[in-house]
């Protein structure tokens, strides 16, 4: 173990807050964490997770040895000849056999940056199949769709975080930072003072409760109904004649359909459509237009339904209608939730896409990145599918027969959990590189051993644009081997053309340069440059000093205006929206990330929050026979968990909330639909019919 100091960052989620690694001392073998006080985004402060998050390093759950499934059925050690030989002969094998896509990649949006773009290169020269995705189609792929639909260009924030310190009203859609992301809460401190905070949320969340006392207005809407909430507020600002024309005339397209779009969402309407009284929605249209300083941002809470494109596009409507977009002071943004959610959409992960967020279909981008990688263009594969697509071809006729998985648990994470299960059970060979047994893992033929994140080097790329430095701590175990010298000896021995280094920095020196002239150009950047400490925000092409505000004088479509796009609400018949019906959210908390792979190896964290709580109003759990702390058991068509009641009054009479970062009979996506938003694939996560009753044990 080195005894210096390390500056790095979480790893977990997207704020990527600044921390510094110590040396265990003689009396504590444990790594000390200590928030970096110069990381704008945090300035010291770090949430459970992030104080914690040494712990996994020393897990006693770690795979230290490839694993390979004997004929016995077990998982055992093996080693990496052995291991790497059969992987290679079993995809060249399949497809001989059965054709090119007949193998796939599924990687995660945790991934470094040179990791994703690896991981993308290698499918498609190595593999020579357009079966890649990953699993932030789970998280930003609606909010992706409809910032490159209106803006030309998709960053979440595309201004710095602390732009929000000076804001005068802030309004948060579908996004619970208060227990996902505590140290944002601090970035608005200054629009509670201001009593500007609105938050829009069917639960009274930690951050909803951020309005009390006059910090703000609180909205708690139907589950689903945030398109028709958004298409009312843009009503009203019309009808009160609060837009900003001359922004409208000189910045964008579009409006006229858009004004006639929102016509029939009269303040009535909205309230019998959403539940949110109309003086509420009168008291916020104001509030947005007239506040000096106003934000929009929007969450999953609003984004994981099939109209989560429309609804997040709704949103960027409004934020236009305002002229809030590309004015220093104000914005609209997305909150991205993986730790590198941002960058792993932006260098070839994706099913439609190449490095530099460039279009697979752009004749000139495959001329680009094939140049770089020294390949023909015509041998990079055209388009695949999205993800839920990809694992609905798993193990079927004509479909996909091999998976290697990397960072990714889709056991948990992925919706219709049992389908996903039985999907890949059905494969010919499923290889997982993880650090630990993951629900997934524990269902894989081939289990990769690969290191942690203070046991390696790379970039990643925060919510804000920003790109960052992750360093290397300590060592990681002997057995373990990086991603990238995995992904170098599988290619070598399928023959692929190209160079394949291991050495991080030169990967995203080639990143660099295949992102260069694209949307998220990396070209200046170097770990040399990112070491100096710099504030990368891309685009930073060679020769800049990059970008941390977006738009300040034209948006990326060739006009340089921003587009607005007409949204139509879903049907009123929608059985979620009917009395008597209970809608389920699913959800984070505070200790857990994402699948729970990591957080529920920590002791502090797991002790916190041990068990899946289904979150019930007292009124309906006491017409359904329910008490608190009581054994329930939920369902759907496609399945049943078994968990226990939370009664709250934080949350609506009609809805329930359920985490999902349980695995087991707790698992939420046993309950969820692999039904999907038709423009960017987004699974439906935050508006699941169900039944709940109770039951005797659990
Ligand atoms: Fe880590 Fe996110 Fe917590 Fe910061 S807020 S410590 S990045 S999990």
Redesign the pocket.
Known sequence: MDRVTTAT?????????G?SLGAPAADHPGIPVVGGRDFPT?RG???????T?AEVLGTPGRVTRPLLRGADGRLAESDWDTVLDLIADRLRASRREHGADSVAVFGGGGLTNEKAYQLGKFARLALGTSRIDYNGRFCMSSAAAAGNRAFGVDRGLPFPVTDLDDADTVLILGSNVAA?????VAHLAGVRERGGLIIVDPRRSATAALTDDGAGIHLQPTPGSDLVLLLGLLHLVIAEDLVDHDYLAERTSGWEGVRRSTAPWWPEAVQARTGVPVEQLRAVARRLARGRGTFILTGRGVEQHVDGTDTATAAINLALALGLVGRPGSGYGTMTGQ?NGQGGREHGQKCDQLPGYRSISNPAAREHVAAVWGVDAATIPGPGVPAIRLLRELGEPGGVRCLLVHGSNVVVSAPDAAAVRTALERLDLLVVCDFVLSETAALADVVIPVPQWAEEEGTMTSLEGRVLRRRRALDAPDGVRSELWILRELAARLDAPSVWSTEPSVVFDELARASAGGLADYSGLSHELLDTGVAAYWPYPTGSTGTPRLFLDRFAHDDGRARLVPVRARAADDPAQRDGVLTLITGRLLEH?QSGAQTRRVPELQDAQPIARLQIHPATADRLGIADEAPVEISTTRGTVRCVSQLSADIRHDTVFLPFHYAGAESANLLTEGAVDPISGMPEFKRTTVTVRPVGGV
């Open positions: 960052h979480c790893p977990y989620c997207a704020l990527q807050c921390m945090n402060g770090l949430c459970k997770k992030g104080w998050s996902t992301m505590p140290p944002f730790g990330y």
